[in-house]
């Protein structure tokens, strides 16, 4: 209560810096006033308000873990989308035999397909129709292929209460599958989408009953563009484009996120990296984002993680990486500065215990991903996490304030499905947050647009559990 109140006539209810509280005369009076003992004590007992009131601070954490793509690597996710889709799309005509109709839209160059580019839509396979959720699970939008509903026909298929009959279902496996949460997956529903708007074509308009087929046939070209020993073999379109033009589909990491991930060291903290991609693929990115020495910036780097199973499946051993390919042996022990493949928390917790001398360091972990970051840290382990959520970048009153091309902006904007973090519920019949909006409220400590600004908040500062910085995308 006397955090709150001191927060409250500090005008700092959001974010607080506990070196400005105890260096400003006004706030120490306050302080003292309000019973928090001498000037000196005021920063612990801030900290300890903090964990009464559900607050986080970054100098809390002893250990910080950063994924890969989409996190500490940032893609050029319009030109990803262009090469994704349009392999896809070449697979299906040529392999499976689908109509030639599929080449003659490519998002480079259709405004539409781009438009219909939306993360977090839910695949109601009998029906082919792709489903944008309310907190409450109500739909709030829908389309049928890439045609949108509209309120009258999403009502006359779901009912007045606009409910999915899928959805206990679908919660219950949010942390077995990607379900489309990340820039990789989209592509794979707008290719789906548009199956079915070809398919209904040479139907005569006529609903299928196929629909599950179409999106098992859909999936398999991204199965084979993703299939990690592709980018040693340079077979596939996806691994030999990435691996020739790596500049050209990626960015890298600013100076100021590097300087920020070497002060975590030196300033004690334990840095790791934990990601799901290849070690080839990955040290690809590594030396383009932070350079030919990215080792540096880590005491430990983790591949082929497979989140979230690396959180749910505690019998998977570490092995060590010699060369290019990994022992059969497992590792019976982690070293610094070793790269290690596989692993799960449980075993990488006693690493850390040993690391900080601490029996449950806290940790925190960066990453892009709801269903293979956020929720599983949260549901199996005792980590917390800073979710990395692109769309921020288009939040109003700050849009002009983001680092984003003209290009990116077009496809991460979205009139067809409307913002990612809030909409109106014709149910509810107001604003409303959406149902990954909520997700991320209740599992994540932080988000963040992208890790360049985790680099402006200090070390010290306190934040409510859960802050959107630089500012909440929906206000209730």
């Keep these: 209560m006397q955090y709150r109140l001191l927060c409250r006539l500090c005008h700092r209810t959001q974010r607080c810096d506990i070196k400005g509280f105890v260096k400003s005369k006004r706030l120490c009076k306050l302080a003292k006033y309000l019973g928090m003992s001498s000037s000196s004590n005021v920063k612990e007992e801030l900290q300890e308000e ?4 559900k607050m986080v601070s970054l100098s809390a954490f002893d250990v910080f873990g950063f994924d890969l793509d989409h996190t500490l690597c940032k893609y050029n996710l319009a030109s990803v989308f262009d090469l994704t889709f349009k392999t896809g799309s070449q697979y299906l005509v040529e392999k499976l035999h689908y109509p030639r109709e599929l080449l003659t839209s490519a998002p480079s160059s259709d405004p539409h397909l781009r438009d219909f580019y939306f993360k977090g839509l839910q695949i109601d396979l009998k029906l082919g129709n792709c489903l944008k959720l309310c907190e409450h699970g109500h739909i709030l939008r829908a389309s049928h292929g890439t045609r949108a509903l509209s309120n009258d026909e999403i009502t006359e298929i779901y009912g007045v209460k606009r409910l999915w009959s899928g959805m206990k279902q679908f ?11 990340d820039y990789f997956q989209i592509p794979l ?72 991930l070497l002060t975590l060291r030196r300033h004690g903290k334990r840095v790791f990296l934990l990601t799901s991609s290849f070690t080839d693929y990955g ?12 080792e540096k910036y880590f005491d430990i780097s983790i591949f ?10 505690t019998l998977q051993p570490f092995t060590e990486l010699v060369g290019d390919s990994a022992e059969d042996k497992p590792v019976e022990k982690l070293e610094d500065n070793g790269i290690y493949l596989h692993g799960n928390w449980v075993l990488f917790k ?127």
């Design 50 to 53: 903090c964990a009464k009131e």
């Design 171 to 181: 919660e219950k496996s949010l942390t077995e599958h990607g379900v489309y949460m």
């Design 189 to 260: 529903v707008v290719l789906f989408a548009r199956l079915v708007d070809v398919v209904d074509k040479q139907n005569d308009g006529q609903v299928s009953s196929d629909y599950g087929r179409f999106y098992d046939e859909a999936a398999e070209p991204f199965r084979q563009m993703y299939y990690p020993p592709h980018f040693a073999e340079r077979t596939g379109h996806f691994f030999p484009e990435i691996a020739d033009r790596t500049d050209a589909y990626t960015h890298a990491a600013s100076d100021e996120l590097k300087e920020w």
């Design 283 to 294: 040290q690809t990115l590594l030396r383009r984002v932070l350079g030919a020495d990215w």
């Design 304 to 313: 082929r993680a497979r989140k979230p199973l690396f959180f749910t499946d």
């Design 350 to 476: 006693s690493f850390l215990q040993k690391q900080t001398g601490k029996d449950n360091p806290k940790v925190l972990y960066f990453g892009d991903s709801i269903t293979s970051d956020v929720l599983p840290t949260k549901r199996f382990s005792d980590w917390q996490t800073v979710a990395v959520m692109e769309e921020m970048q288009l939040e109003k009153p700050h849009a002009d304030h983001w680092d984003v091309s003209d290009e990116e902006q077009a496809l991460l904007s979205s009139r067809q499905w409307g913002s990612f973090f809030a909409d109106h519920c014709p149910v509810c019949t107001q604003l409303t947050q959406t149902y990954w909006h909520r997700v991320l409220s209740e599992n994540s400590a932080l988000v963040i647009p992208h890790m360049n600004y985790i680099t402006e908040l200090p070390m010290n500062g306190v934040y409510k559990n859960c802050t959107f910085y630089p500012k909440f995308p929906m206000k209730k």
